[in-house]
């Protein structure tokens, strides 16, 4: 078996060229050797060796590694990204849940507040409703014992009236005199209407007594002034 001195593709003793490089393969003729001496001649000529066959090339083997090599890189490369990717995603998902853990503390705080706001509100109420049945006692105990009733007529009005400010403390404001007679009218069971008016920025009072069908302006003086009939 020949091999090719060349790249070391095997040949065959017919073939003037490699097949795999081109290189020529018959040998080219051999030089002259001047003839040798009889004592030359004796000697044993050397033995011929071939030389060993040179491999050139990837071949077969370094293709598949070569193509091992670059899906392991691809896949590795994928793996990073991913990788970096969800830790992104993971990162995002923390800094939602915190946003949303304090939030959730903000709202507990709010409906503990809020929880104890309505516990006072419910706490007055229940006051006040006690105040309002005790205040609604009282009325309606001051009316039993004294019912208050409207006069009968102008005479009887005009009547109580100028007998009542005698009574009073002539040395008092007119305010003071008219609620003096309002409690002067409870006492003898009429009723009598304080209201206070507000005229350029300042407050008065006037007394109102009904008798009939008329409402009167009742006067520290004694005098009576009718201001409007009823129904």
Known sequence: MAFCTSCGNTT???????ASCGQPTALPPAPEVPELSAANQALPAAPLTAAPP???GFGTAGIILSIILVLALGFGGFAAW???DNS???KDLTTANESLTSEKADLSSQVTNLSSQVQTLTSDKSKLETDKAAL???VNDYKAKYPLKNFATEFALQSWLLN???KLNPLDDYPDQYYMLQRLAE????FLSVAIW????????ELYAVAGNVVYVCYEDGSIYPSFYLP
């Open 12 to 18: 065959s003793p017919n073939d003037k060229f490699c």
């Open 88 to 90: 992104s995603q993971v």
């Open 136 to 138: 609604t006692q009282q």
């Open 54 to 56: 040179k491999r050139g």
């Open 164 to 166: 009542a400010i005698t």
């Open 82 to 84: 991913q990788w970096m």
């Open 187 to 190: 006492t003898d069971g009429y």
């Open 198 to 205: 507000e005229d350029d920025q300042f407050y008065y009072p």
